[in-house]
Nanobody, 116 residues
Framework: QLQLVESGGGLVQPGGSLRLTCAAS????????MAWYRQTPGKEREFVANITRRGTTTYADSVKGRFTASRDNTKYMVYLQMNNLKPEDTAVYYC??????????WGQGTPVTVSP
């Protein structure tokens, strides 16, 4: 059964960078879409970015040009490179796997705080 574990979150100053990692317990080579979402207290979880099995990426307007999603199917890993971070990027970031014949799988999240 697929499990996802995020890491790489932390405290960073505005303008700084972080690289989030999502480690899968099984191969992700056949998973159509891997995605990143984020959530702040009192708000719904929102889409950040996704990447298809072939490497096509899509981004939320709020992060376009600053964040880059990538995946390494051979290492069962998905990444989110976040540059020029802003205080409004503060959130818990979640990795999600879109499966073909079952419900999506979520990780437990990794917190990101952008503050001076």
């Amino acid at each position: 059964q697929l499990q996802l574990v995020e890491s790489g979150g932390g405290l960073v100053q505005p303008g700084g960078s972080l690289r989030l990692t999502c480690a899968a317990s099984t191969s992700i080579s056949t998973i159509p879409v891997m995605a990143w979402y984020r959530q702040t207290p009192g708000k719904e979880r929102e889409f950040v970015a996704n990447i298809t099995r072939r490497g096509t990426t899509t981004y939320a307007d709020s992060v376009k040009g600053r964040f880059t999603a990538s995946r390494d199917n051979t290492k069962y890993m998905v990444y989110l490179q976040m540059n020029n971070l802003k205080p409004e990027d503060t959130a818990v970031y979640y990795c999600r796997a879109t499966l073909i014949f079952s419900d999506p799988v979520w990780g437990q999240g990794t917190p990101v705080t952008v503050s001076p």
